[in-house]
Structures are given as structure tokens and as C-alpha cells.
T-cell receptor, first 113, second 116 residues
Framework: KQEVTQIPAALSVPEGENLVLNCSFTDSAIYNLQWFRQDPGKGLTSLLLIQSSQREQTSGRLNASLDKSSGRSTLYIAASQPGDSATYLC????????????FGQGTELSVKP | GAVVSQHPSWVICKSGTSVKIECRSLDFQATTMFWYRQFPKQSLMLMATSNEGSKATYEQGVEKDKFLINHASLTLSTLTVTSAHPEDSSFYIC????????????FGPGTRLTVL
């Protein structure tokens, strides 16, 4: 059964710092991996989607990498800003479980001005 | 494109009543819709998968008679929480998959349910 783990659970950094969020999954047979942002009391905003055949995706200050063989993904945020404060969730699409998205517990990020 | 809406955005009800939550894909046809539940400080847990015109598939531990799901059209799915109790209070989020690309889900803004 696929399990997704995110470390750390919470992170507080000063504005301007570069940071890395980690995501690991137990079964490498994934279709894709996606990073989401969730603001308090809100739905999910998709940030980056990496297909299983890809190694990384970039969007602005965000860069996500995928190492399927080791079951790991990282989300790199450059020059963090207070507006980046949110919970970041990673999820894998697992066809062996009927095409379900399996979510990690999330990392709660706080960027201090 | 690919906008998903949910209604209502929040609801407060008395214990024992039923509550219906709507999930709509506004600018695309969704053959598959998913319903998730999220408790405070926890991640999203899939409750059920619904395909248009057929019965929903429920995850283990989710009571299908309590959480009624209907996916009557390619743009609308509803989740009805029957005889709600305080332990059903949660954040309910739906997502929808496009007909042409089932590997991407588009998420709604969520519905906050509080049962008194």
C-alpha cells in the first residue's frame, strides 16, 4: 500500500531564505507526483506536476524534482516571501490503487518578514 | 480553464440532519469526481470516487449509506451527509478529472461542515 511522508511537518524561515521541502513515497510505481499549496481553510492550488518519466519541473521560484527509484521528491522555494506561508502537500497518482491521489501529511511553512 | 466550484462553502447544522454538498466543474466535463475529507492539521483522505452514471466506489471504512454520492451529469456530483453527527464535522473537498486527461484532478475550494 502506497504511503506518502513529508518532512518536516512545520518549518519557519526568515524572508529571503531558500528552502527545501521533502516528500517520500514507498512504492515507486507512480504515474505522477504533484505539489499543492493550501492556505488555511481553503482548497488546493496545484503548483507543479511531474510525470513519472520526468526528473523536474520549474515554475517561477519553485522547482520540484523527482527521483522515482529512491521514492523521493523535493520542492525547492527560492527567495522565500511572507506570501509563501501556507501548507504544502505532495501527492502521488497511484494506478495500482485505481488511479487514486495519495497525499502526504503536508509541511506547514511560515515565512517571517 | 478547469474550474471546480463547491456549494456551500460552509454550513452549520444540527445533529441528526442531512446536508448536501455540490461539486461542479464549470468549464469542462468531468467523467470522474473524487470526494475527500480533511480534519484539522491532517491531510486529505479520499472518501469515494464517483463516475458519471454509475455507483460511487467508497474507500475502506467510509459508510456508503451515511455519505451518499450522486454523479448524475458530467458537471455535477453531490455528497449528502445523512444524519450528521458532530464527528462528521470536517472540511470536505471535491476534485474532478477531465474527460480527456484522467491523470490530472482539479480541486474545488472545499466546504466546511460543522455539526452542532
Amino acid at each position: 500500500k502506497q504511503e506518502v511522508t513529508q518532512i518536516p511537518a512545520a518549518l519557519s524561515v526568515p524572508e529571503g531564505e531558500n528552502l527545501v521541502l521533502n516528500c517520500s513515497f514507498t512504492d515507486s510505481a507512480i504515474y505522477n507526483l504533484q505539489w499543492f499549496r493550501q492556505d488555511p481553510g481553503k482548497g488546493l492550488t496545484s503548483l507543479l506536476l511531474i510525470q513519472s518519466s520526468q526528473r523536474e519541473q520549474t515554475s517561477g521560484r519553485l522547482n520540484a524534482s523527482l527521483d522515482k527509484s529512491s521514492g523521493r521528491s523535493t520542492l525547492y522555494i527560492a527567495a522565500s516571501q511572507p506570501g509563501d506561508s501556507a501548507t504544502y502537500l505532495c501527492a502521488v497518482l497511484d494506478w495500482s490503487q485505481g488511479g487514486k491521489l495519495i497525499f502526504g501529511q503536508g509541511t506547514e511553512l511560515s515565512v517571517k518578514p | 480553464g478547469a474550474v471546480v466550484s463547491q456549494h456551500p462553502s460552509w454550513v452549520i447544522c444540527k445533529s441528526g440532519t442531512s446536508v448536501k454538498i455540490e461539486c461542479r466543474s464549470l468549464d469542462f466535463q468531468a467523467t470522474t469526481m473524487f470526494w475527500y475529507r480533511q480534519f484539522p492539521k491532517q491531510s486529505l483522505m479520499l472518501m469515494a470516487t464517483s463516475n458519471e452514471g454509475s455507483k460511487a466506489t467508497y474507500e475502506q471504512g467510509v459508510e456508503k449509506d451515511k455519505f451518499l454520492i450522486n454523479h448524475a451529469s458530467l458537471t455535477l456530483s453531490t455528497l449528502t451527509v445523512t444524519s450528521a453527527h458532530p464527528e462528521d464535522s470536517s472540511f470536505y473537498i471535491c476534485s474532478a478529472g477531465k474527460f480527456s486527461s484522467t491523470d490530472t484532478q482539479y480541486f474545488g475550494p472545499g466546504t466546511r461542515l460543522t455539526v452542532l
